[in-house]
């Protein structure tokens, strides 16, 4: 009986953490190297599950047909590309949607991107969920920060709830999007910045600079 190949994990990851890991080759030659896996601590990734949203579309007019599109999470971005009879894969997808994607790992022209497998419209609140679920899934290795460190998210803070003041405040869960610092850590210094009455709620969820 054959043997069965086992399919790869398809791990939740978030974009800049994909980005940053070490990317490993086979040992070919010419100008196109094959990917191997990506090397995140001690994984090695080869399939990704990631939650983001959709900010280009490109659809190629050429005999080799191709289309792209670029996601971005919050915290980096990736290209995911189709060819030939795949392209369908594509065709209901918009600037703005927000998706699920799995798909696995390719590299080509010096970037890394994803061959999408499965592709699913998702609420963007998933945006949010998707960086809790990781958060809580690859606690950090030194949970307690170093003042200097508690300042400079404090001040990070501050000047994006001070920028958001021409729309009249800003969302606490954008704020945790954008920010590279763990969810718990951020909240933290909103609540801080609230009793403090450096910032105030004109309604939940929402803050705005007091000074």
Partial sequence: ????????????LRISDLLRG????????GPNKKLKFVELGDKRIVRINIIANVIDKYESDGERRFASITLDDGSG????????????????????DTLMMIGVLRFFNNELYVLPELIKKQDPRYLLVRK??????YPSNN???KK?????LRDEVITMIREAETRE???????????????????????????EGIVYEPRPGRVRYLG
Avoid: C, W, Y
């Fill in 77 to 96: 971005q990736i290209r995911a590309r189709v060819f030939g009879d795949d392209l369908n894969k594509f065709t209901e997808l918009s600037h703005g």
């Fill in 22 to 29: 070490n990317q490993i080759f086979e040992e070919t030659e």
């Fill in 148 to 152: 200097q460190e508690i300042k400079v």
């Fill in 169 to 195: 405040g800003i969302d606490k869960e954008e704020m945790i999007m954008k920010i590279k610092a763990q969810p718990e850590l951020i909240s933290q210094e909103i609540q801080k910045l609230l009793e």
């Fill in 1 to 12: 009986m054959p043997e069965v190949k086992k399919r790869e994990t398809a791990h939740k």
């Fill in 143 to 145: 949970p307690q920060m």
């Fill in 132 to 137: 809790l679920e990781i958060e809580k899934s």
